[in-house]
């Protein structure tokens, strides 16, 4: 299995002001990617970040609004840009193994107010 | 696109009693995966399914693919209370394409 960690582990934002977390992986991946976890709520898929190129966004979501980064094999990093109250949520990087495993980092837990 | 149903939505059981929770899906998927998420914390993948009618266990939990490949079965036998947390089910209809997840099932073990 893979080991993830990101940082920030939580925060509180105001709303209009951006937060970057960033995402660690102690292995190289070919797939790694974002998700939204509303409080209460399933898992949402926001976009698949791919290494060397722009990332792949599900619908309803945009790249204005969650700017993401892959450098490389082992580190992404996803911004959530000018917020709002409707943000707060929890933020999950995630990576597929060769095997097709998906595993799961700790998760930001973000409050706006 | 595809719906995953996942029941029952929550669970409350005594300690000691077994577990089982499953997933329907309007398609037919090539994998499922089960998870359980404690409170504050990410989703732990519990067990993979490749196969249609692949029985797997990892401890005491047991995770069948169905024959359909568009359902499948999470059991936990004799629970004790560090299985409380919420388990998700997800599902993906080929390699390389996205997870689909359950809503999850709330399951609370009284001591």
């Known amino acids: 299995s893979a080991v993830i960690s990101q940082k920030p582990s939580r925060d509180i934002c105001q709303r209009g002001t951006s937060l970057t977390i960033q995402c660690q992986v102690d292995s190289q991946v070919t797939m790694m990617f974002w998700y939204r976890q509303q409080p209460g709520q399933s898992l949402t898929l926001i976009a698949t970040a791919n290494q060397g190129s722009e990332a792949t966004y599900e619908s309803g979501f945009v790249i204005d609004k969650f700017p993401i980064s892959r450098p490389n094999l082992t580190f992404s990093t996803l911004t959530v840009s000018n917020m709002s109250p409707e943000d707060s949520s929890i933020y999950l990087c995630?990576?597929?193994?060769?095997?097709?495993?998906?595993?799961f980092g700790p998760g930001t837990r973000l409050t706006v107010l | 696109g595809q719906q995953l149903n996942q029941s029952p939505q929550s669970m409350f059981i005594q300690e000691g009693e077994d577990v089982s929770m499953n997933c329907t899906s309007s398609?037919?998927?090539?994998?499922w995966l089960w998870y359980k998420q404690d409170p504050g914390e990410g989703p732990v993948l519990l067990i993979a399914?490749?196969?249609?009618?692949e029985l797997t266990s990892n401890g005491r939990l047991t995770a069948q693919f169905g024959i359909t490949r568009k359902d499948s079965f999470l059991n936990i036998s004799a629970s004790i209370p560090s299985d409380v947390g919420i388990y998700f089910c997800a599902g993906q209809e080929t390699s390389g394409s996205r997870l689909t997840f359950g809503e999850g099932t709330q399951l609370t073990v009284n001591p």
């Open positions: 398609s037919i998927f090539n994998t």
């Open positions: 995630s990576v597929r193994s060769s095997y097709n495993e998906q595993f």
């Open positions: 399914l490749y196969k249609a009618g």
